[in-house]
Structure formats: C-alpha cells, structure tokens
C-alpha cells in the first residue's frame, strides 16, 4: 500500500510565527478611566468587561480579615438597585438575549456583559445602574448567605479543596494571597450590609479601573456612553512578605472517608511581570504542565498511581507560586510524593533534550491560537496587560520568546525557583493510612498532623 503512514514516528512541524494580537485603540474618559477598543465588524455583537483593581486581597486589610467579602459583595450587585428589583435586572438581561457575569480575583474584582448590537446601550445603561446604584437588599444579603454556605458545605467534601486550603494558608501565611476568595463558614456568617457597603465603597468606587470593549462598536459610541469607572489611583496595598519555609514539611488534613489522597505541594515563585515569566512557563510546562510532561508521564504512565497529574504556575500582581497537584490512592501517598520530588530534582539536574523541549514548545504555541478564540479571553488578555503592567508588546511576540528559550534557560530557571527542600506538602485523606506510607517512603520528612 502506497503512502502508509508510520505512526510510531512523530510527524514534522513547521516552527510557530507569532501572531498578530487584535491591534486596539485606548482612550481615556473624562473620568480618567483607561479604555480599551478592539473593533470587529464582521458579527453584529459587542463584549463588555470592567475590572476594578482591589480584588480578594483588599479582605485582609490592617490585620481585619473577611475572607469572601470582595466576592459577595460583587455577587450582590446584580441583586437590586435604586430603580431595579434583582427579579427585574435579570428579566431585562433574559428580555436582551444577553449574558452578564461577575466575580473576583486576588488582584481584581470584574462584570462582563455581552450582547447584540441593538441592545449595546440598553445594556450599558443597565451596567451602569447596577455599579453606581446598588442597595444591597437584606433578604438578597441572606439569600446569597445561604448560597455560599451551602456551597462550601460541597467543597468541605472535597480533598482537593481542602488540601489547597492548607497549602494557601502555609504557604502565603499572613500574606492577603491567603485569604479564601470565597469565603468561609464563619466569614460568610458575618457578613451584613454595613459590610457590603464599606466594600462597595473601598472596593469598587474608589478603585482604578479598566475597560474593554470588543465587537462591533467605535470610539465615538463609546464617548457617548455614561461614565462608567474612574481612575483614581489605588492606596498603596501593602502585601506581607510570605513566611520563610525553611524545610519541607508535610501537613495533613484528615478526611476518614477518603480512599484517595489529594496532594498539593509547592514553593513561591514571582510575580505576573517578572521577567523570568517566559522561561519559568516553559519549565513548568515540561515539569507538568501538559499531558506528556515528565510528572504526568511518571505517576501516570510509567507507575500506573493516578488519572493525571499536573504542576501550575500562579503569578500574580505582587507574589506567586509554582505547584504540583494529584491524588493518589492512600496508601501510594508516600511513593507518589517521593517521585515528585525527584522529577523535581532532575529537572534542576539534568540538561533537557533539544526534542523534550521542542515538544513543550509546539504544546505552548499551539494552544495559543485558541486562546483567543473568543472575544471575552481577548478583553481579559488586554485588560493584564495593564493590570500587571506588562509590556505592551507581550502577545505579539510571545511564540518567538516562548521558541527563543534554550535547555540551558529551563534548567536555569528549575534550579532558581524549585525548592525540593524547602516545599510545603499538603495532603488530605485518611491520616493513618497516609502517614504509614510517608514515614516508610520518605522517613527524613516531618510530617505535621493536622
């Protein structure tokens, strides 16, 4: 047979070109508000997305912490205004054929709408309602309480949440990057309107802001918008160093029922401008960052302990932190930790093939394209641009600095920021049957029941 193709060879690829970013424009409203104007004129439809620079870290503020505060009270938004019961906001939204969403992050709180182009203004107008007019109604306050219990009742269910918990609160220790975004049983309790509104205050109407349209609008439409957002500048936000962790411990969370354990385990690492970005995200990517990376292909392939494993890069507006994540069953915890540490390790001491690396190179660049696929992952590339203050050049030349990292760099930067002997380990299952394992596989380890 002619032309049979050999699949135990890898086929061919050409080396990635960068792509060209939405080219977009920015003005600067009469409030001071940077805006950002990416037009598109082929769909008759527009994305809308507003971030307001104090996210979950502004919970933790002079030693007062309120774990979910940022959170609620964005959630709350869409839950009444002067003019507007919550009942009315969302059949208006349903009435449009439109979708608003709303949220936080450690670095910033956001709303997103999108819509056709007839309703642009309609919907703008409703946005603007809903930012500058909210009263926060008490039985929405207790509605939304009883909400967010009921869903951290779910995630106290959850071994991969409740190691995560841990490892936060080890790893960032008094740090604001500690705080859980959605709060608490008892922070939720708390929570009442005075609260709400010293939120909405602090939070939001008093935090610089960032636009970002998309779609099939122009800069003179949008002038004649209302006034949405402002540029005051933030207070400074002081950020606590995170705790020197001068040891790699162990701590776990017990869970009875648990036939599995979740391990989470990391160091710090940099900020989202750091200029080690680039090659720490190719050197994670290798470690675990895709399918066939070397964790995976360990605890995966090669000894059958789990479905997958993965590391993750964390870098955000002022700390950061690198960290693999699984679960095994209990009684592999021991050897499954063991083999991370030393794929850890060999990435520190080993030289990475030309071919490894070209691999994780082709990974990254090509699930870039698809990254911006759709017009609110653009407004959210657009919009960190300013957030981290990261150079606006960043995505255009992204592929050419993800394919100009050398072995050389990625062993460079696993010896810089892995820390095999500094980690905090988080594991949750069953305590008797994880400790056996860990004292009999790792005997030099302390291990901190928690």
Do not use: W
Request: proline letters at 4%; charged letters at 25%.
């Amino acid at each position: 047979m002619k032309n049979k193709i050999d699949r135990n060879i890898i086929p061919q690829s050409d080396r990635p070109k960068d792509m060209h970013f939405p080219e977009y424009n920015q003005i600067v409203s009469e409030k001071g508000s940077k805006i950002f104007i990416i037009s598109d004129y082929r769909f008759p439809i527009v994305t809308f997305r507003i971030i307001f620079k104090k996210g979950a870290i502004s919970d933790l503020k002079d030693n007062i912490r309120t774990d979910g505060l940022s959170n609620f009270m964005v959630d709350m938004l869409l839950k009444g205004t002067e003019d507007r019961k919550a009942s009315e906001i969302s059949e208006i939204i349903d009435s449009y054929g439109a979708s608003v969403s709303s949220g936080s992050d450690y670095d910033y709180n956001f709303i997103t709408f999108h819509c056709l182009k007839k309703y642009f203004r309609n919907m703008t107008e409703l946005i603007y309602d809903i930012l500058q007019n909210p009263v926060f109604p008490e039985a929405e306050i207790e509605r939304m309480k009883l909400q967010k219990i009921n869903t951290l009742y779910s995630l106290m269910d959850s071994g991969e949440y409740l190691a995560s918990k841990k490892y936060k609160e080890i790893l960032y220790g008094s740090s604001p990057y500690s705080v859980c975004i959605e709060g608490t049983m008892d922070s939720i309790q708390k929570i009442d309107r005075e609260k709400l509104l010293y939120a909405y205050n602090n939070f939001l109407l008093n935090a610089e802001t960032s636009v970002c349209f998309i779609g099939d609008i122009t800069d003179e439409e949008i002038s004649e918008l209302p006034l949405i957002g402002t540029q005051k500048p933030n207070e400074e936000i002081y950020v606590s160093d995170m705790p020197s962790i001068d040891k790699t411990k162990i701590y776990i969370t017990e869970r009875k029922s648990a036939v599995q354990s979740d391990i989470i385990m990391g160091n710090k690492a940099i900020r989202r401008n750091h200029p080690d970005f680039i090659g720490l995200k190719v050197m994670n990517t290798a470690l675990g960052g895709y399918f066939t990376s070397r964790i995976n292909t360990n605890l995966r392939e090669v000894n059958g302990f789990t479905y997958g494993a993965k590391s993750q890069l964390n870098s955000r507006k002022y700390q950061g932190d690198i960290f693999v994540d699984t679960n095994v069953k209990n009684e592999l915890t021991g050897e499954a930790i063991s083999e991370i540490i030393k794929e850890i390790r060999r990435m520190q001491n080993e030289l990475m093939s030309e071919e490894e690396l070209q691999g994780v190179k082709n990974y990254i660049t090509g699930t870039y394209p698809m990254q911006l696929e759709t017009p609110n992952s653009i407004a959210s590339k657009v919009l960190a641009l300013d957030l981290y203050d990261i150079d606006e050049k960043f995505y255009n030349t992204y592929i050419s600095e993800i394919n100009n990292v050398t072995p050389q760099i990625v062993r460079q930067m696993a010896q810089k920021y892995l820390e095999p002997d500094n980690l905090v380990i988080s594991v949750c299952g069953n305590t008797n049957d994880i400790i056996k394992t860990v004292e009999k596989a790792l005997p030099d380890i302390e291990i901190i029941n928690q």
